[in-house]
């Protein structure tokens, strides 16, 4: 059978049960009976492959816009979820501050907490990076500035 001809059926099967592509997609996703479904270990394998067919798309469409809110969206939200598991209390890094000891608070490593955050927040931690990179590269492009702005003087 044809690609599209197999396209059409699932296209049309989804409006049979009502369902739009997106509504599917987020159902199936976050239905935890279907976490360990074949279909799921499929999406999750190739799921960077079909971002990157659905931003080729939309830039080849002109939607460059649209695209940029949608991956902001993601990504917003792929922090936030990383965030809530990082400082989740399973993980060791969740405390309340009004019940917090002095000998809690002399135990607390900044590096160990660094280290969770990497771990549990890959993608979040990966984006602090890029940002204090960023800082740093402006921080020396605006000494060197103030460098070469010095007033030079010279003894002939």
Known sequence: ????????RVLEALE?????????????????????????????L???????TLCCFLNENDNSDLGLCSASEIMVATYAREI???SAQANGSHFNVSHTSLSQLEEFL???LAGQMEEHAP????????????RNRQN???EDMDQNMEPQISIC
């Open 1 to 8: 059978m044809q690609l599209s001809n197999r396209v059409d």
């Open 84 to 86: 809530c598991e990082a």
């Open 46 to 52: 190739y799921g960077s492959e079909l971002l990157d």
């Open 123 to 134: 993608q979040f931690w990966r984006l602090l990076g890029v940002l204090l990179d960023a």
């Open 140 to 142: 020396m492009l605006d």
């Open 110 to 112: 900044v590096d160990e």
């Open 16 to 44: 049979q049960t009502g369902f739009s592509i997106s509504s599917f997609l987020s159902s199936f996703i976050s239905l935890k009976q279907y976490k360990n479904h074949d279909a799921m270990a499929e999406l999750l």
